[in-house]
């Protein structure tokens, strides 16, 4: 099995939630979901619409981990539920096909290795992706190893720095850039 890759760069994100905005509001938010929440794609597919409609916050039992996990819903993700939601029955899955029927791993792997071909992106890029980018942009933006290894039930540090992609590169940056 090969390892998936986050989308480092901030610029190939807002390629893609370009391209999908003009496809599916449906295919975009399962997208910006996955980058904002950093929710395994069976926990994403497993939300109903009433999970998330007129809601601050998203509650699950995580389904590899058998944990609680509640986190708020950002400002982003927001209107653009309530928008897609807006006529949606309370009791469907959030993320149906056409028939009606519950989306399925391999559908949402179609999506976003489709989108990410479309623009052009050359990493390795599967749906575990989206949760891998929401963790590389978290490190790089708080810095704290702590919080994104609670937040993904990581066991250490470690683990969390090897799943986001932080090479050695970027560890000799840090050195670098550390002076007491």
């Given amino acids: 099995m090969t390892t998936v890759e986050p989308i480092k760069n901030k610029s190939d994100i807002r390629k893609i939630e370009t391209i999908l905005a003009k496809q599916s509001l449906r295919d975009l938010l399962l997208f910006t979901i996955g980058t904002n929440c950093g929710l395994r794609i069976s926990d994403i ?47 469907s899955p959030l993320f149906s096909t056409i028939f009606g029927n519950r989306m399925d791993r391999s559908a949402a792997y179609r999506i976003i290795t489709k989108v990410c071909k479309d623009a052009n992106i050359e990493a390795n890029i599967g749906t575990h992706s989206l949760r891998k980018t929401f963790g590389y942009h978290h490190y790089r933006q708080f810095k704290d190893v702590a919080m994104l290894q609670k937040i993904f039930n990581h066991s250490s540090p470690q683990i969390t720095l090897r799943y986001i992609g932080i090479d050695q590169e970027q560890i000799e940056e840090s050195y670098n850039n550390f002076i007491l």
């Avoid at 999970?51 to 708020?72: A, R, S």
């Fill in 45 to 91: 597919l497993k939300l109903d619409v009433n999970d998330v409609k007129n809601k601050n916050y998203i509650q699950i039992i995580e389904k590899k981990t058998g944990k609680f996990k509640k986190f708020p819903i950002n400002i982003k993700l927001k209107p653009m539920i309530a928008l897609y939601t807006e006529n949606k029955s309370t009791e």
